[in-house]
């Protein structure tokens, strides 16, 4: 059985600009002494639906709060110690969610927030360029040295950690590891574990007992 269709961002889409977002990533690695984490990109919002910047405070739509219940369904039989979350309202309020079964309090980090597109919110991101340049914003550049040091702190608490998140966290994240990324896993709310074998990281979805897991090197 296929991943829910509200979970899977369609494997046709590849935004402009990654090959920069690569090869800025790459430049610095992260080496995590963990062998396994987890990653969970936050539910949907109204904006994602339509294709829109969003502002830090965006809230989760019906569908987002019905995708991260049912993400909580995915991660209840893993063993997670940690959760680090984006301080933003869709990231923290998935996180809180998935934390329940648990007994953890998600701890938030302002550095994990996604990308300040500044003068570009509230425009459309139906073609959305990662090595543009949003008056007011980020560049490229700032925002994976931002990420950098935020996922290294990240996955060097107890483990396993769940990080929970934004799809630009995901790139720079997979980039920083070495890990090519198909777009068919960057659907909102989708659970990832990602797991080290020497020096090689590899990531596979979860899903639903029945589902087939296809793993991604």
């Known amino acids: 059985m296929p991943a829910p269709a509200s979970l899977v961002t ?30 969970l990109r936050h539910g949907q919002t109204g904006c994602n639906a339509r294709r829109i910047f969003q502002s830090a405070d965006e809230p989760l ?30 990231a923290h309020v998935t996180a809180q969610t998935v934390a329940a079964p648990h007994g953890l309090v998600p701890m938030a980090d302002a550095a994990l927030r996604e990308r300040h597109f500044g003068a570009l919110i509230g425009t459309s991101s139906a073609a959305i360029d990662w090595a543009c340049e949003p008056e007011g914003g980020e560049t ?21 950690v769940l990080v929970v998140a934004h799809g630009g966290t995901l790139f720079v994240l997979a980039a920083l590891l070495g890990v ?12 990832l574990r990602f797991e080290r074998s020497q020096s090689l990281w590899t990531v596979t979805p979860l899903q639903a007992s029945g589902d087939a897991a296809a793993g991604i090197a």
Do not use: W
């Open 180 to 191: 090519p990324i198909d777009m068919g896993v960057l659907g909102n709310a989708q659970p």
């Open 61 to 90: 739509s019906e569908l987002g709060l019905a995708q991260a219940a049912q993400a909580t369904t995915l991660l209840a039989g893993e063993t997670i110690r940690t959760i680090v979350c984006s301080d933003m309202s869709r």
């Open 140 to 160: 490229l550049a700032q925002f994976v040295d931002r990420k950098r040091p935020a996922l290294a702190a990240a996955l060097a608490r107890p483990a396993p």
């Open 10 to 39: 369609p494997a046709h889409f590849t935004p402009g600009g990654l090959d920069l977002l690569v090869q800025l990533a790459a430049a610095q690695p992260i080496a995590p002494d963990c062998d396994h984490f987890y990653f």
